[in-house]
């Protein structure tokens, strides 16, 4: 799963949040977001895991 890339969607059910937090999260650059086109971005699946634990972990 690292090396997949995640919809917000799907971030945001990792996360157990909504999909438009991901996208502020993003946008404030908490999470790392990969840019496709000006309408679609992604997640690296490792760095969205990465930021959970960071948030496990009370970072």
Known sequence: MQDELLTKEQVA???RVKPGTV???ASE???PRIVVSPKT???DAGDVLRFLKGRQDGK
Do not use: E, T
Request: net charge positive; hydrophobic share 50%; no cysteine.
């Open 23 to 25: 996208s502020r999260w």
């Open 29 to 31: 650059g908490k999470i």
């Open 41 to 43: 971005i992604r997640f």
């Open 13 to 15: 059910r990792l996360l």
